[in-house]
T-cell receptor, first 118, second 112 residues
């Protein structure tokens, strides 16, 4: 596609409910990132995929958060038993692999999913 | 632990002014630095990417500089316009696969 897309754009969940957020990266982009952005703050890294492999999940705040990218394209971020502190905008970004010589590509971000937990 | 700080947190200027946004980072061992723009309720738009071996990048009225040794970057916006009003975020990649660490942003308002 032309850019990174995310769905749904807005999600309201009751505390304790499970949610699933979807990301469609730019076609052909190998790298996929999830970030969490609280109100008035910069995004914070959650997890990273290279193709279908989840190489870094150090930013996931608890074991209630789970991400997958089974075929190396679309990714889903799942949050189980949502809590009020999970309310945030969840951003997905993709980029291609680094060029030879160590140069890196810029990340392209989707519009985000705004999650509100009541 | 890498920390990114942006100063000022908010800025309001009249149209036509040249302005400078500042970004500092605590660990100079970065892979690259990226400046983004975020409009309310929207995702991030990449403005400029500076590789660790570069000193500056330019795009139209925007110029970003990088001084790795001092842990600083500046984003210079020439002849500001109301359409430049947005939050500007600075992010560094600490190495490897390009994970980004962000500052909290500078909220810019350009009034006619």
């Amino acid at each position: 596609g032309a850019g990174v897309s995310q769905s749904p754009r807005y999600k309201v969940a009751k505390r304790g409910q499970d949610v699933a957020l979807r990301c469609d990266p730019i076609s052909g982009h190998v790298s996929l990132f999830w970030y969490q952005q609280a109100l008035g703050q910069g995004p914070e890294f959650l997890t990273y995929f290279q193709n279908e492999a989840q190489l870094d999940k150090s930013g996931l705040p608890s074991d209630r958060f789970f991400a997958e990218r089974p075929e190396g394209s679309v990714s889903t971020l799942k949050i189980q038993r949502t809590q009020q502190e999970d309310s945030a905008v969840y951003l997905c970004a993709s980029s291609s692999l680094p060029l030879a010589g160590g140069l890196s590509h810029e990340q392209f971000f989707g519009p985000g999913t705004r999650l509100t937990v009541l | 632990k890498q920390e990114v700080t942006q100063i000022p947190a908010a800025l309001s200027v009249p149209e036509g002014e040249n302005l400078v946004l500042n970004c500092s980072f605590t660990d100079s061992a970065i892979y690259n630095l990226q400046w983004f723009r975020q409009d309310p309720g929207k995702g991030l738009t990449s403005l400029l990417l500076i590789q660790s071996s570069q000193r500056e990048q330019t795009s139209g009225r925007l110029n970003a500089s990088l001084d790795k040794s001092s842990g600083r970057s500046t984003l210079y916006i020439a002849a500001s316009q109301p359409g430049d009003s947005a939050t500007y975020l600075c992010a560094v990649s600490p190495g490897g696969y390009n994970k980004l660490i962000f500052g909290a942003g500078t909220r810019l308002a350009v009034h006619p």
